[in-house]
């Protein structure tokens, strides 16, 4: 099993940066595939990026591609999120997720372990 924490949510204006954290614990973090979803009022968790166990392969839902970026440090057992130019569209719970078996990256039912979230509001 593997726990999650994801740490640096915020409230920005819309433009602005914020760096996501999410520090797993556990079992080995470099045998999961790891994912960024988000999930705002009212509206069901989207995908939002994912990276393999090596970093090798990167993903991002066309709503953040370009703006947002992420990276994972296995010897430090963590996972980024880097977005860049945020929007208020973007105002959303973020999550990340391990998957062990990491074959559909981008759907969230595939992932074992979530972590609590972490709240991110863009105001305009």
């Known amino acids: 099993q593997v726990r999650l924490a994801e740490s640096g949510g915020g409230l920005v204006q819309a433009g602005d940066s914020l760096r996501l954290s999410c520090a797993a614990s556990?079992?080995?973090?470099?045998?999961?595939?790891m994912g960024w979803f988000r999930q705002a009022p009212g509206k069901e968790r989207e995908f939002v990026a994912a990276i393999s166990r090596s970093s090798s392969n990167t993903y991002y839902a066309a709503s953040v591609k370009g703006r947002f970026t992420i990276a994972r440090i296995n010897a430090k057992n963590t996972v980024y999120l880097q977005m860049n130019t945020l929007k208020p569209e973007d105002t959303a719970v973020y999550y990340c997720a391990a998957d062990l078996g990491f074959s559909r990256p981008a759907v969230a039912t595939e992932y074992a372990y979530w972590g609590q979230g972490t709240q991110v509001t863009v105001s305009s």
């Open positions: 556990g079992r080995t973090f470099s045998s999961y595939g």
